[in-house]
């Protein structure tokens, strides 16, 4: 059975950081990889696709890379800014279905 | 290109009330996915439907929920005589399968 985890669960920094946020999976075979953003009371915006033959993708100044082998992924989120502040969520994709695994999220606060 | 509409964006019910939710996915999209958050967790699948069948119900509880996608008009998740543990915030997506996903604002019921 997939498992996907999220860590950390919360973190909260300063205006101007680099950001990692890291998600594992517990089976390698997956067709894809995506990662959301979700702001309180709202619907998820889709960042970022990786199908599971890439092992990035970029998009202004957030970057996710995917270690399938390893059950890997991590969001990278560059010169961090308080617009960034939203919980941000990894789902996977199991090769042999059409739905997709969601982790509980990082909480991300960044403050002036 | 309007995104994944769902209406009614917030719904009260009394328990044992009916409650229908609406998805009209991304236009030109085959592909509708309905997810349900609870409070403080994770999103989970319910169902997987194409325009008149039922993909994968995997996640659906065995009573009192059913969905539909007609082959004109939005899809539905109807859930028969609530109680209050149906109270969540239920999400549809649409894709262009095996695309990516993209969500739309969530119906958040509650149920007193």
């Known amino acids: 059975k997939q498992e996907v985890t999220q860590i950390p669960a919360a973190l909260s920094v300063p205006e101007g950081e680099n950001l990692v946020l890291n998600c594992s999976f517990t089976?390698?075979?997956?067709?894809?990889l995506q990662w959301f953003r979700q702001d309180p009371g709202k619907g998820l915006t889709s960042l970022l696709l990786i199908q599971s033959s890439q092992r990035e993708q970029t998009s202004g100044r957030l970057n996710a890379s995917l270690d399938k082998s390893s059950g890997r992924s991590t969001l990278y989120i560059a010169a961090s800014q308080p617009g960034d502040s939203a919980t941000y969520l990894c789902?996977?994709?199991?090769?042999?279905?059409?739905?997709?695994?969601f982790g509980t999220g990082t909480r991300l606060q960044v403050f002036p | 290109n309007a995104g994944v509409m769902q209406n009614p964006r917030h719904l009260v019910r009394r328990r044992g009330q009916e409650a229908r939710l609406r998805c009209s996915p991304m236009k030109g999209h085959s592909h509708v996915y309905w997810y349900r958050q609870l409070p403080e967790e994770g999103l989970k699948f319910m169902v997987y439907l194409q325009k008149e069948n039922i993909i994968d119900e995997s996640g659906m509880p065995k009573e009192r929920f059913s969905a539909e996608f007609p082959k004109e008009g939005p899809s539905i998740l109807r859930i028969q005589q609530v109680v209050r543990g149906d109270s969540a915030a239920y999400f549809c997506?649409?894709?262009?399968?095996?695309?990516?996903?993209?969500f739309g604002e969530g119906s958040r019921l509650t149920v007193l």
């Open positions: 789902a996977v994709r199991p090769g042999h279905t059409d739905k997709l695994i």
């Open positions: 997506a649409s894709s262009l399968n095996p695309g990516e996903l993209f």
């Open positions: 089976d390698s075979a997956i067709y894809n």
